[in-house]
Nanobody, 122 residues
Framework: EVQLVESGGCLVQPGGSLRLSCAAS????????MVWVRQARGKGPAWVSGINSDGTSTYYADSVSGRFTISRDNAKNTLYLQMNSLKPEDTAVYYC???????????????WGQGTQVTVSS
């Protein structure tokens, strides 16, 4: 069974940091490009970041560039998102997703996780 399980979301103060993890199983993680997508309450999904299969290329939405870092550990079948200098507008459910077509920003992926809530508030 294919599974993508996000963890690490919580309530954090503005300016704080958080690290999300996505544990993958049931497919060949090391050959899939991976992405993070978020959806704020009442809004549509928004692409946040992407990483190619071997981790040598990373991509970021303008809204998070310079603050977030995507990474992966293929030996552990795990994707990460390090989030620094968090802002209230970062509040959303964060999803990880896998794609094999090399198109990271189109919001159409092969596998999706269940999401983890990140709330940035004082």
């Amino acid at each position: 069974e294919v599974q993508l399980v996000e963890s690490g979301g919580c309530l954090v103060q503005p300016g704080g940091s958080l690290r999300l993890s996505c544990a993958a199983s049931g497919f060949t993680f090391g050959t899939s490009d991976m992405v993070w997508v978020r959806q704020a309450r009442g809004k549509g999904p928004a692409w946040v970041s992407g990483i190619n299969s071997d981790g040598t290329s990373t991509y970021y939405a303008d809204s998070v560039s310079g603050r977030f870092t995507i990474s992966r550990d293929n030996a552990k079948n795990t994707l990460y998102l390090q989030m620094n200098s968090l802002k209230p507008e970062d509040t959303a459910v964060y999803y990880c997703a896998a794609t094999f077509n090399g198109r990271l920003r189109q919001l159409v992926y092969d596998y999706w996780g269940q999401g983890t809530q990140v709330t940035v508030s004082s």
